[in-house]
Each structure stands twice: as structure tokens, then as C-alpha cells.
């Protein structure tokens, strides 16, 4: 369509990047002052305005804490969960696109026509792209960020599957109809795998969504800045975060001049890796304790310093075809998209994981905007581009009022699957109802396997989706349907499109009615009884010596949510710790702000005295009404002093109270805490301390229900 204008942002977890589109010509806008790419980073201090990009890494040598980085990563907590200083996730990546936003109005002032309504709105197509791994609450996300800038989004677009756009356009010449293309997107601070089928102008998606979220170039480049930070003696090194990058806030970088040098040094670093994507030998200048000093690497350190890097990259690949039935030999093309796609050895690996030569691997002539570009492309030429990551979207039905059964493990688009939002309807058959006749009361349960999880297979009679702790939950209805006595066979579908979930539920080989809706809030119907029993919740929180840092601040994080979202609510919390402090931190009744302020102020330190607060939150449960559900969270990293007493304390404990145990990092026993919790399905683990807040808000989900 000669008369469109596309607009695409490339919202990356490090950089930043905008393409056009407009009368057949792609454009790659340059920003001031950065160059192709805005750092994405926010500086946004109390009663001041946001700073963006270098801007914000600048403005951050006084007040560190207050910049924020790598917030992308963060869009699979809950929405509103603060990332940095009370930020959400939602908000930092709204002024990034808010910035964006400015350049490329400036670039091609068309753009502001459309936007201020000179011109008609319809007239612009914005899109943005992002991980394959997003499903329904990031792009949702995404979507809340564009409204907070200003805009309304258009189109989403996987990052890989934009990407292949461009190296199809590239590589035109090579690509011959329905060819099976592996896309390895290794960005700045995710490894996004897919295989796609170019078939009639358009990349239909074979295998979507694998890879690794938390492994980037970036990941390189920390481990050179660590390297760089010891060559130089500088106690600098622990400010790096493998999760948040360079962490300008750390302890050790207490002065101006110590942070400045990190970031010096962190981009000294970013440019030995670069240099050393063509060159055996690398170096730079950067200041030392006495002046100029010149730094040197060595591709031999280099493939010694990031060996376990790429050892992850490896594992992240190597799984991408998974159950889809295809082979590496099935493959006929293999290309490299992202930042980080010119990385030094990237092209060995990939090469030995897929079995293809090195020199036959496609990169794209602009990694930096090969996504940006693609997306640009994909739009202009195909206004339905859109897509949704499905990752094994199902429905799950609960028994019926008048004893009928359902049959309900399935699946209906398998895992790791990108679908179109354009309003296809998926179905299949296999579900059963077994009706004892009249009236039964179907509750319907829309979910979203989490990217990663193995559907088990379904086995009749056994009404299990997935483990509710492997689900997002998307949303519930309730539907009164007068079924004849008997078995009935069930065809079950959904389509996603303008970001709400439509579902249709129909009977094969009967006249029988069925029934369909738009799910686009989580209220349930009308008819469904909603009294809501009040819950004592205590939670017991591990503040021993192995908890220090990211653990204690997220699991903190976690507490603060949990308070804050029950305000109002039937109901109450109280919070044990155990640790160098072990003791009633804040009893039932105690005011929302004064547990926040409590939580906020610990530190950790000491052994693991899970006894003791055991038996502390038991007491504190039974002082209260006996109308409550009673419900208890134990969080802990490692093991007990005395673990035959503890089990024995909780085994009383849970003659009436639910008990859930929480393991973080690879120190906990989780046969241990599986026998210690409730039941099997009432121990949850994580060993992603940044997962901690996402992962409690589940469990909360599931168990204040």
C-alpha cells in the first residue's frame, strides 16, 4: 500500500531504535546525539522530570539509585509491580517510547501530523516490536506503555519474526518458497529463537518463543568489564548484574569519580568486544589511578572470559526445534539477527549446534536495526502482520453443580506457537462432558502456559491442564447450559485480537447450542456466588546470611505488593522473619505503611531459625477469629538448623493452617520443603531471584482465590 506510513520502535532491554517505512522507502532514523540506537536507561529522580538514553546515564553520577535499566526484563512481573524507585516496568518503557516518540517527529513531521490530527490517524501505522517469549499481559503491557507516551499501538510484532523480514529482503536471492528458516535473535539482553516457513510473501511461524530471556551481549560485556575492572585493581567489579547490567548504585561505587569510571570502563568494555568481532587483538584508553591508561584483550582471553556464555547460548539453541517434529537437517537456512550478532565465536556456535557452515549463516547487513527494519517492511507490505505468541494457550473446565464431568486436559494451540491476531478460530475436539441431564454450571478457564513449560499429555478422567503454578491465568466465565443426560463431545476454540481473548464453545454431531463471548476483564458472571472467606496471611521470610542483596530486596519487593494489593480486602497479613532477627516484624492489624516501612528497613544476616518462626506464625494464627482461612507462606533459600523439629512445628502447624513453602536459589532442599508444605502442588521454586515478586503474586493468585 503506496499510501502508508509505518512507524516501528524496537523497544530493546539495552538499545533503542526507530524505522520508517513511507512510499516504498525504509529509513533507519538516526538519534541525536546517540547515534542508531537510544540507550534505553531513565534517570528519573522525585519532582523532576524523566532524562532518557546518555541523558539519563549522565544524570546518574549523583543519584544512581535513580537510574534504571534493563526494565524490559522486568514485564513479566505483575503490571503494577515497582521495578526501581517505585517504578513499574510499564511506566520506564512508556518514557523510552515517550522519547522515541519526539525523534521521530522531528525526523519526518508527517509523523506529528498524523498524530496531532492535521492528517487522519489511520493514515500512520505504528508498530513495536518485542520478545518472542511475550504473551497477552506483556503485550498488554506494551500496549498501557504506548497510552502513557501518548499513542496508541498498532501492531506487535516478535522481535525474530521482524528480523526475518529484513534477511529475507537481504537474502532474497537464497530464500526460495516454503524454505524453513532458523532466526537466532541475540539482543542486548535476551536470545530469542525461532523457525519460520517464507511461503507467499509472509514468514508463517513453525516454532516460536524459545530461547533464554536473561542471556545477552550484554552478559559479554560484564564479563569483560569484570575482567577490566581487576586488570585495573579497581574494587568495582560486583556492580555488575547479571540481570540489571551496570548497577550504578552499588555500594562500591560511593563517589563521582567511581562511578564515572565505571561507566567508562563499562564502555571501554562494549568496545573490546566489538573490536574483537573482526580482530584477533583489541584495545582502548580509559582513565587509571595516575591518567590515560591503555587497555588490551586478547581473542584467547576473550574465549576464556566468556566460555560459560556461550555454553547458555548453546543450551538455548539447541532446544529451539523441541517437539516441533523437525530436525537441523530439516532446515534450510540458519540466519543471525540483534546487536550482538557480529559477537566474536557466535558463528562457531551456531554452527556446531545446527550443523550448518559457518560462512552459510545469514546476518543482516544492519544488525542494530534489523529488527526496527523488518517490522517496518513486514507492516507496510501486509497490514494483518500482527501476531501473538500463543505458548500453549488451552481451556480447562471445573466440574459441573449437578455431578456432570468433564474431560478438560487440552491444549489448544501447542506450546511455543506464534498465531496471527486476525480472528482465527483454533479448535479441537477431544473434550467430553458427561451429563447426569438438566441444568450443570460450566465454569471455563482460559490459560496461558508459561514459555518453557511441557504440556503433560492428557490421560482420561484426569482434569489437569497444566499445574496451576506453570499457568498465567487469563480469565474465567460461567456459563448455565441445559445438557441432555449423556456423553458429548466438545469443540472448544479462541482467537486473539485488539488485545481481548474470544472464546467459542460448540457440540459436535448435536443440535445443541453453544456458547461464546469477549473476555476482556476477569470479572466472573453475574450468577456465580462470589463471598469471599476472610484469610489470615502470615508470611515467614528467611532473612539469614545467604539472603544478602537480590534475594532479600525482591523478596521484599514481593511483601510490599501483597500488602499493597490486599488493602481493602478480606485479607490480613502479619510477617515473620527469621534470621539475625527472628521474631513477630508485624502482627495482624498492623497498618499497611508501617509493614511496608518494616520490610523495607531488614537486613540479612545470621542462620536459618526456621523453628523458632514456625512456631511464632502458628501462635499469631490462632490468636485470631476462627471464621478465617488460615494460610501461611514460608520464603526461604537454604535449609534449617534443625530440620527434624522444624517438620515436626509445621506438621502441627498445618492441622490448621494451608501451608506453601517457597524455595529461591539452588541452596534449598526441595524434597525437604515439598514434605514440609501442605501437599506436592503447595511447593513452588524459583532459582531467578528477580522472579521472586511475579512468581508470590501467582502463588497469591492461586491460594487467595
Given at each position: 500500500?503506496?499510501?502508508?506510513?509505518?512507524?516501528?520502535?524496537?523497544?530493546?532491554?539495552?538499545?533503542?531504535?526507530?524505522?520508517?517505512?513511507?512510499?516504498?522507502?525504509?529509513?533507519?532514523?538516526?538519534?541525536?546525539?546517540?547515534?542508531?540506537?537510544?540507550?534505553?536507561?531513565?534517570?528519573?529522580?522525585?519532582?523532576?522530570?524523566?532524562?532518557?538514553?546518555?541523558?539519563?546515564?549522565?544524570?546518574?553520577?549523583?543519584?544512581?539509585?535513580?537510574?534504571?535499566?534493563?526494565?524490559?526484563?522486568?514485564?513479566?512481573?505483575?503490571?503494577?509491580?515497582?521495578?526501581?524507585?517505585?517504578?513499574?516496568?510499564?511506566?520506564?518503557?512508556?518514557?523510552?517510547?515517550?522519547?522515541?516518540?519526539?525523534?521521530?517527529?522531528?525526523?519526518?513531521?508527517?509523523?506529528?501530523?498524523?498524530?496531532?490530527?492535521?492528517?487522519?490517524?489511520?493514515?500512520?501505522?505504528?508498530?513495536?516490536?518485542?520478545?518472542?517469549?511475550?504473551?497477552?499481559?506483556?503485550?498488554?503491557?506494551?500496549?498501557?506503555?504506548?497510552?502513557?507516551?501518548?499513542?496508541?499501538?498498532?501492531?506487535?510484532?516478535?522481535?525474530?519474526?521482524?528480523?526475518?523480514?529484513?534477511?529475507?529482503?537481504?537474502?532474497?536471492?537464497?530464500?526460495?518458497?516454503?524454505?524453513?528458516?532458523?532466526?537466532?535473535?541475540?539482543?542486548?539482553?535476551?536470545?530469542?529463537?525461532?523457525?519460520?516457513?517464507?511461503?507467499?510473501?509472509?514468514?508463517?511461524?513453525?516454532?516460536?518463543?524459545?530461547?533464554?530471556?536473561?542471556?545477552?551481549?550484554?552478559?559479554?560485556?560484564?564479563?569483560?568489564?569484570?575482567?577490566?575492572?581487576?586488570?585495573?585493581?579497581?574494587?568495582?567489579?560486583?556492580?555488575?548484574?547479571?540481570?540489571?547490567?551496570?548497577?550504578?548504585?552499588?555500594?562500591?561505587?560511593?563517589?563521582?569519580?567511581?562511578?564515572?569510571?565505571?561507566?567508562?570502563?563499562?564502555?571501554?568494555?562494549?568496545?573490546?568486544?566489538?573490536?574483537?568481532?573482526?580482530?584477533?587483538?583489541?584495545?582502548?584508553?580509559?582513565?587509571?589511578?595516575?591518567?590515560?591508561?591503555?587497555?588490551?584483550?586478547?581473542?584467547?582471553?576473550?574465549?576464556?572470559?566468556?566460555?560459560?556464555?556461550?555454553?547458555?547460548?548453546?543450551?538455548?539453541?539447541?532446544?529451539?526445534?523441541?517437539?516441533?517434529?523437525?530436525?537441523?537437517?530439516?532446515?534450510?537456512?540458519?540466519?543471525?539477527?540483534?546487536?550482538?550478532?557480529?559477537?566474536?565465536?557466535?558463528?562457531?556456535?551456531?554452527?556446531?549446534?545446527?550443523?550448518?557452515?559457518?560462512?552459510?549463516?545469514?546476518?543482516?547487513?544492519?544488525?542494530?536495526?534489523?529488527?526496527?527494519?523488518?517490522?517496518?517492511?513486514?507492516?507496510?507490505?501486509?497490514?494483518?502482520?500482527?501476531?501473538?505468541?500463543?505458548?500453549?494457550?488451552?481451556?480447562?473446565?471445573?466440574?459441573?453443580?449437578?455431578?456432570?464431568?468433564?474431560?478438560?486436559?487440552?491444549?489448544?494451540?501447542?506450546?511455543?506457537?506464534?498465531?496471527?491476531?486476525?480472528?482465527?478460530?483454533?479448535?479441537?475436539?477431544?473434550?467430553?462432558?458427561?451429563?447426569?441431564?438438566?441444568?450443570?454450571?460450566?465454569?471455563?478457564?482460559?490459560?496461558?502456559?508459561?514459555?518453557?513449560?511441557?504440556?503433560?499429555?492428557?490421560?482420561?478422567?484426569?482434569?489437569?491442564?497444566?499445574?496451576?503454578?506453570?499457568?498465567?491465568?487469563?480469565?474465567?466465565?460461567?456459563?448455565?447450559?441445559?445438557?441432555?443426560?449423556?456423553?458429548?463431545?466438545?469443540?472448544?476454540?479462541?482467537?486473539?485480537?485488539?488485545?481481548?481473548?474470544?472464546y467459542q464453545i460448540a457440540f459436535e454431531n448435536s443440535q445443541l447450542e453453544g456458547v461464546s463471548g469477549r473476555l476482556e476483564s476477569e470479572s466472573t458472571s453475574d450468577d456465580e456466588e462470589s463471598v469471599q472467606?476472610?484469610?489470615?496471611?502470615?508470611?515467614?521470610?528467611?532473612i539469614s546470611g545467604s539472603m544478602k542483596g537480590v534475594k532479600l530486596r525482591n523478596a521484599t519487593i514481593a511483601i510490599e505488593n501483597v500488602v499493597n494489593q490486599t488493602v481493602g480486602s478480606d485479607v490480613r497479613?502479619?510477617?515473620?522473619?527469621?534470621?539475625?532477627?527472628?521474631?513477630?516484624?508485624?502482627?495482624?492489624?498492623?497498618?499497611?505503611?508501617?509493614?511496608?516501612?518494616?520490610?523495607?528497613?531488614?537486613?540479612?544476616?545470621?542462620?536459618?531459625?526456621?523453628?523458632?518462626?514456625?512456631?511464632?506464625?502458628?501462635?499469631?494464627?490462632?490468636?485470631?477469629?476462627?471464621?478465617?482461612?488460615?494460610?501461611?507462606?514460608?520464603?526461604?533459600?537454604?535449609?534449617?538448623?534443625?530440620?527434624?523439629?522444624?517438620?515436626?512445628?509445621?506438621?502441627?502447624?498445618?492441622?490448621?493452617?494451608?501451608?506453601?513453602?517457597?524455595?529461591?536459589?539452588?541452596?534449598?532442599?526441595?524434597?525437604?520443603?515439598?514434605?514440609?508444605?501442605?501437599?506436592?502442588?503447595?511447593?513452588?521454586?524459583?532459582?531467578?531471584?528477580?522472579?521472586?515478586?511475579?512468581?508470590?503474586?501467582?502463588?497469591?493468585?492461586?491460594?487467595?482465590?
Amino acid at each position: 500500500m503506496s499510501n502508508r506510513l509505518v512507524l516501528v520502535f524496537d523497544v530493546g532491554t539495552t538499545n533503542s531504535a526507530i524505522s520508517t517505512m513511507k512510499n516504498g522507502r525504509l529509513s533507519e532514523i538516526s538519534i541525536p546525539g546517540e547515534g542508531l540506537q537510544l540507550p534505553s536507561a531513565v534517570f528519573w529522580s522525585e519532582g523532576d522530570a524523566p532524562k532518557v538514553g546518555s541523558n539519563g546515564f549522565r544524570s546518574a553520577f549523583k543519584n544512581p539509585e535513580c537510574l534504571h535499566t534493563h526494565f524490559k526484563r522486568r514485564m513479566y512481573d505483575e503490571p503494577g509491580a515497582p521495578v526501581y524507585g517505585g517504578h513499574t516496568a510499564i511506566q520506564l518503557t512508556g518514557e523510552i517510547i515517550r522519547e522515541l516518540i519526539k525523534i521521530a517527529c522531528k525526523s519526518d513531521p508527517e509523523i506529528q501530523q498524523h498524530l496531532d490530527g492535521s492528517k487522519p490517524r489511520n493514515g500512520l501505522i505504528i508498530c513495536v516490536t518485542h520478545p518472542a517469549s511475550y504473551g497477552i499481559q506483556q503485550t498488554d503491557c506494551l500496549r498501557e506503555a504506548g497510552q502513557l507516551a501518548g499513542i496508541d499501538i498498532d501492531h506487535f510484532m516478535p522481535e525474530p519474526a521482524a528480523a526475518g523480514y529484513r534477511l529475507v529482503e537481504e537474502y532474497q536471492h537464497l530464500i526460495k518458497q516454503n524454505d524453513l528458516i532458523v532466526i537466532i535473535d541475540l539482543g542486548g539482553g535476551t536470545t530469542d529463537c525461532t523457525v519460520h516457513k517464507w511461503s507467499q510473501g509472509c514468514l508463517d511461524t513453525v516454532v516460536g518463543a524459545t530461547g533464554d530471556n536473561f542471556l545477552g551481549g550484554d552478559n559479554i560485556t560484564g564479563v569483560i568489564f569484570v575482567h577490566l575492572a581487576k586488570q585495573l585493581k579497581l574494587p568495582i567489579e560486583d556492580c555488575f548484574d547479571p540481570h540489571r547490567g551496570l548497577n550504578l548504585a552499588h555500594p562500591s561505587l560511593n563517589t563521582d569519580k567511581k562511578r564515572r569510571l565505571a561507566i567508562e570502563i563499562w564502555r571501554a568494555a562494549a568496545d573490546l568486544k566489538q573490536q574483537l568481532s573482526t580482530n584477533e587483538q583489541a584495545s582502548t584508553f580509559t582513565s587509571g589511578r595516575s591518567g590515560p591508561e591503555e587497555l588490551t584483550l586478547t581473542a584467547a582471553t576473550y574465549d576464556q572470559l566468556t566460555e560459560v556464555f556461550w555454553q547458555s547460548f548453546r543450551t538455548a539453541i539447541s532446544g529451539m526445534l523441541g517437539d516441533s517434529g523437525l530436525s537441523f537437517a530439516d532446515i534450510n537456512h540458519v540466519a543471525l539477527a540483534g546487536g550482538s550478532a557480529m559477537a566474536r565465536a557466535i558463528l562457531h556456535h551456531t554452527a556446531e549446534v545446527t550443523g550448518k557452515p559457518a560462512d552459510e549463516i545469514l546476518i543482516s547487513s544492519s544488525a542494530s536495526h534489523v529488527v526496527a527494519s523488518g517490522a517496518a517492511i513486514a507492516c507496510y507490505r501486509n497490514e494483518n502482520s500482527d501476531t501473538h505468541i500463543g505458548r500453549g494457550l488451552g481451556i480447562q473446565m471445573a466440574a459441573g453443580t449437578n455431578g456432570s464431568k468433564y474431560y478438560t486436559n487440552k491444549m489448544i494451540v501447542p506450546t511455543n506457537t506464534i498465531i496471527k491476531s486476525t480472528g482465527e478460530i483454533y479448535r479441537s475436539t477431544g473434550q467430553r462432558i458427561i451429563s447426569n441431564g438438566g441444568t450443570a454450571r460450566l465454569n471455563i478457564q482460559i490459560v496461558e502456559a508459561k514459555a518453557g513449560v511441557q504440556v503433560p499429555k492428557a490421560e482420561p478422567g484426569i482434569p489437569s491442564l497444566l499445574d496451576d503454578s506453570e499457568v498465567n491465568r487469563l480469565r474465567k466465565v460461567v456459563h448455565d447450559l441445559d445438557l441432555p443426560a449423556g456423553e458429548h463431545e466438545v469443540l472448544v476454540g479462541f482467537s486473539i485480537s485488539a488485545g481481548a481473548t474470544h472464546y467459542q464453545i460448540a457440540f459436535e454431531n448435536s443440535q445443541l447450542e453453544g456458547v461464546s463471548g469477549r473476555l476482556e476483564s476477569e470479572s466472573t458472571s453475574d450468577d456465580e456466588e462470589s463471598v469471599q472467606q476472610p484469610i489470615d496471611l502470615a508470611i515467614l521470610l528467611d532473612i539469614s546470611g545467604s539472603m544478602k542483596g537480590v534475594k532479600l530486596r525482591n523478596a521484599t519487593i514481593a511483601i510490599e505488593n501483597v500488602v499493597n494489593q490486599t488493602v481493602g480486602s478480606d485479607v490480613r497479613t502479619a510477617v515473620v522473619t527469621f534470621g539475625h532477627k527472628t521474631g513477630l516484624l508485624s502482627p495482624f492489624g498492623t497498618p499497611q505503611a508501617d509493614i511496608v516501612k518494616a520490610t523495607k528497613s531488614l537486613s540479612a544476616g545470621g542462620g536459618t531459625l526456621m523453628t523458632e518462626a514456625i512456631e511464632i506464625a502458628r501462635d499469631e494464627l490462632r490468636s485470631q477469629s476462627s471464621g478465617a482461612h488460615k494460610l501461611a507462606i514460608l520464603v526461604t533459600d537454604g535449609y534449617p538448623n534443625n530440620p527434624e523439629t522444624a517438620e515436626a512445628v509445621a506438621t502441627e502447624l498445618k492441622s490448621d493452617t494451608e501451608l506453601i513453602c517457597f524455595g529461591i536459589g539452588e541452596s534449598v532442599d526441595e524434597g525437604y520443603l515439598t514434605r514440609m508444605a501442605t501437599s506436592p502442588v503447595h511447593y513452588f521454586y524459583t532459582d531467578d531471584p528477580q522472579r521472586i515478586p511475579a512468581l508470590f503474586a501467582q502463588i497469591l493468585e492461586l491460594y487467595l482465590s
